[in-house]
C-alpha cells in the first residue's frame, strides 16, 4: 500500500558546504501540528534569501530558507520491464525517476545508498536495495494521475539537491558538440578491430547531452556504446 506525507526541508543557507536539513512531518488535517522529525544528510543549500530591510535582518538572524516541499513515499522498491531498462524502477505502484538511462548506465558513484558500508555505481546501489522497503523523497510529476515522482533522497541520504539547481546527470560543462562520423569511428573503435556503426542518435534528455551509439563487431554481436557530447567513449556495453 503506498504511503506518502508531505515533508518541508529547510537547511542552513552555507555557499558551497553541505548542511544538514532538519525535516518536519505536518499532518494533513492539521498543518499547524509538528510530529518527531528526522534528518537528511548531504542536502546542499540554496543561497540564504536578501533581508529587505535591517528589520526584517533582525527577526531572521539565523538567516535559512526553506525549499519546496517533498513527499514521503514507502514501499518495495521494484525493477519494472524485462530487465534491459536501467531506468524502470517502481515504489508501490508509482514510477520513480532516478535519471536518464544513458547516465544510470555510466555507472556514477554517489552515496551509499543501500547502508553496506560500500560507496558503488548507483545501479549497484539500486540493486543491492531492490525487493526492500524504501523511503523515498519525491516530487510527483504534474498530472493528475500521481503515478510518476522524481526522487530527491533515498532513504533519508540525499540523493539530488532540492533547490532548483542542476540534477547531478545535467552537463554544467559548455562543450562542443562532436560531429556524427566522428562519433560514429570512436564507438565503432571502442568495441573493436572489424566493428561497425549502424546507428548514432543523439540523446538530451532531461538535461543529459550526449549520444547513443549501435555497433556490431566482426562476429555479429551487438553492442550499445554511449558517448559524451564530444565524443568521447563513456560506456560500452553488449546487448542481449
Not at 535559512?64 to 536501467?86: I, K, M, N
Request: aromatic share 4%.
Amino acid at each position: 500500500m503506498q504511503r506518502t506525507t508531505l515533508v518541508i526541508i529547510s537547511s542552513t543557507a552555507a555557499a558551497g558546504l553541505l548542511a544538514v536539513g532538519t525535516v518536519g512531518y505536518l499532518v494533513a488535517n492539521d498543518p499547524e501540528q509538528q510530529v518527531d522529525s528526522i534528518r537528511l544528510t548531504g542536502v546542499t543549500s540554496g543561497a540564504a534569501p536578501q533581508a529587505d530591510s535591517a528589520d526584517t535582518a533582525e527577526q531572521n538572524p539565523s538567516s535559512t530558507q526553506s525549499v519546496d516541499g517533498l513527499e514521503q513515499l514507502v514501499g518495495e522498491l521494484r525493477a519494472d520491464g524485462d530487465g534491459d531498462d536501467a531506468d524502470d524502477w517502481s515504489v508501490s505502484g508509482v514510477e520513480v525517476d532516478f535519471g536518464p538511462e544513458e547516465w544510470l548506465l555510466t555507472q556514477p558513484e554517489l552515496e551509499d545508498f543501500d547502508g553496506n558500508g560500500t560507496v558503488e555505481p548507483l545501479l549497484d546501489e539500486l540493486r543491492g536495495l531492490e525487493g526492500t522497503e524504501v523511503t523515498l523523497g519525491v516530487r510527483y510529476e504534474a498530472d493528475e494521475d500521481r503515478d510518476d515522482a522524481d526522487v530527491y533522497t533515498v532513504n533519508g541520504v540525499a540523493f539530488r539537491d532540492t533547490d532548483d539547481g542542476p540534477a547531478p546527470w545535467q552537463n554544467t560543462d559548455e562543450q562542443a558538440a562532436a560531429d556524427r562520423d566522428t562519433v560514429s569511428t570512436n564507438a565503432a573503435e571502442a568495441v573493436g578491430e572489424g566493428a561497425r556503426t549502424v546507428e548514432v542518435e543523439r540523446q538530451d534528455e532531461d538535461g543529459w547531452d550526449g549520444w547513443d551509439a549501435e555497433v556490431v563487431d566482426a562476429g555479429g554481436q551487438e553492442y550499445e556504446v554511449i558517448l559524451d557530447v564530444a565524443g568521447e567513449v563513456v560506456d560500452v556495453r553488449a546487448e542481449d
